[in-house]
Antibody, heavy 123, light 110 residues
Framework: QVQLQESGPGLVKPSQTLSLTCTVSGGSISSGGYYWSWIRQHPGKGLEWIGYISYSGSSNYNPSLKSRVTISVDTSKNQFSLKMSSVTAADRAVYYC???????????????WGQGTMVTVSS | QSALTQPASVSGSPGQSITISCTGTSSDVGSYNFVSWYQQHPGKAPKLMIYEGNKRPSGVSNRFSGSKSGNTASLTVSGLQAEDEADYYCCSYASSSPLVFGGGTKLTVL
């Protein structure tokens, strides 16, 4: 059974780069043709899709965040990562990694989620 | 402001049915069959309840169903139970994004 686990610093200074990693266990990130996403949730607010990457490295991002975000995949470590530059207090949120179900057929829906990790931006 | 519009709250009594709407545009909900619904309990990660508009993942109760008419998708929960009390979010493929969420709806079981 595939599971996802986010990791990374819980505190980032303003103007610096937020870096998070999602480790995939119970299956290979390269098999099945799945796409892997980052999603965030501001405290007490709704969900915001950040971007996704495929097992082969093709990616797509939320236009509102595209200039600051990079998602990469490391198949040798069974991980994918998020980097968000020039963070401000507005980037304080719970960050989730998630799998797009359906594999190559693409559900454009997230069937497996990590537990989420809170990131605070403060000096 | 969220791309998809949901009511802030809905409520119902145990055993009743409720429907949550999710209104988009012809650039998202109206043009694609990629609407999904998520249930989120406090402090927990969201759980996929419906994908591709009306399909249930394995293990999701058949009390949850999805539909679409024009630019509006809907989630119906029948036979309300106390454990259904949670926040619900819709999500759609969109030509501009490509994935957008609704603002969320709090379901209260009276």
């Amino acid at each position: 059974q595939v599971q996802l686990q986010e990791s990374g610093p819980g505190l980032v200074k303003p103007s610096q780069t937020l870096s998070l990693t999602c480790t995939v266990s119970g299956g290979s990130i390269s098999s099945g043709g799945y796409y892997w996403s980052w999603i965030r949730q501001h405290p007490g607010k709704g969900l915001e899709w950040i971007g996704y990457i495929s097992y082969s490295g093709s990616s797509n991002y939320n236009p509102s965040l595209k200039s600051r975000v990079t998602i990469s995949v490391d198949t040798s470590k069974n991980q994918f990562s998020l980097k968000m530059s020039s963070v401000t207090a507005a980037d304080r949120a719970v960050y989730y990694c998630a799998r797009d179900g359906g594999g190559r057929l693409r559900w454009y829906a997230f069937d497996i989620w990590g537990q989420g990790t809170m990131v605070t931006v403060s000096s | 402001q969220s791309a998809l519009t949901q009511p802030a709250s809905v409520s119902g009594s145990p055993g009743q049915s409720i429907t949550i709407s999710c209104t988009g545009t012809s650039s998202d909900v109206g043009s694609y069959n990629f609407v999904s619904w998520y249930q989120q309990h406090p402090g927990k990660a969201p759980k996929l309840m419906i994908y591709e508009g009306n399909k249930r993942p394995s293990g999701v109760s058949n009390r949850f169903s999805g539909s679409k008419s024009g630019n509006t998708a809907s989630l119906t929960v029948s036979g309300l139970q106390a454990e259904d009390e949670a926040d619900y979010y819709c999500c759609s493929y969109a030509s501009s994004s490509p994935l957008v969420f609704g603002g969320g709806t709090k379901l209260t079981v009276l």
